[in-house]
């Protein structure tokens, strides 16, 4: 199986602020990969496909790099309806498999 | 528009068989490329993908439930299904499905809580 270890686990920012969240995949997954955004009490939203495309309706302000084994979910300028769960997740190779997640907090 | 909602039994007992449906619209699963996924999420904790059907009938499942899982689609009424057999407290969590597009899941339904309990 291909592992996805996200890090950091939680982190918090100031409005305004620059964020960068990490998924590391146990093998490369060819930019196959997607990130997410959770809100408390609601299924999770697509933000990124393909390692770096924006899903439409997506603020600007999210952008997605990285190749291989390495790929980083940026937020720009921190706003306050960013707050929530971020995962990554592979479809490259089954067992489809999703990064165990970063909670990012408004400091 | 596309929409999908699950439903499901909201509780049960161990060792019995969870049925679960996902009800869409805005695709279609006779489609070709098309597909649903289950995905499950215990409270406070990480996803977990369980299954993929795609339509021309393909299948998949997460080896770690082993031979539990059960995957299957109703196209003419835009259904997918999922059953796990002999449900365990560990089987407690949210369960969502989702349309496939890619490798991803880039529409997701509001999800259906599953409690097992004795």
């Known amino acids: 199986d291909i592992q996805m270890t996200q890090s950091p686990a939680s982190l918090s920012a100031s409005l305004g602020e620059t964020v960068t969240i990490q998924c590391r995949a146990s093998?490369?997954?060819?930019?196959?990969l997607a990130w997410y955004q959770q809100k408390p009490g609601k299924s999770p939203q697509l933000l990124i496909y393909?390692?770096?495309s924006l899903q439409d309706g997506v603020p600007s302000r999210f952008s997605g790099s990285g190749s291989g084994t390495q790929y980083s979910l940026k937020i720009s300028s921190m706003q306050t309806e960013d707050e929530g769960v971020y995962f990554c997740q592979q479809g490259l190779k089954y067992p489809w498999t999703f990064g165990g997640g970063t909670k990012l907090e408004l400091k | 528009q596309v929409t999908l909602k699950e439903s499901g039994p909201g509780i049960l007992q161990p060792s019995q068989t969870l049925s679960l449906t996902c009800t869409f619209s805005g695709f279609s699963l006779s489609t070709y490329g098309m597909g649903v996924g289950w995905i499950r999420q215990p409270s406070g904790k990480g996803l977990e993908w369980l299954a993929n059907?795609?339509?021309?009938?393909?299948?998949y499942y997460n080896p770690s439930l082993k031979n539990r899982l059960t995957i299957s689609k109703d196209t003419s009424n835009n259904q997918a299904f999922l059953k796990i057999t002999n449900v365990d407290t560990a089987d407690t969590a949210t369960y969502y499905c989702?349309?496939?597009?890619?490798?991803?899941?880039?529409?997701w339904g509001q999800g259906v809580m599953v409690t097992v309990s004795s």
């Open positions: 093998e490369d997954i060819y930019s196959g």
């Open positions: 059907i795609w339509w021309d009938d393909d299948k």
């Open positions: 393909g390692a770096s």
């Open positions: 989702a349309r496939i597009n890619s490798g991803l899941f880039d529409y």
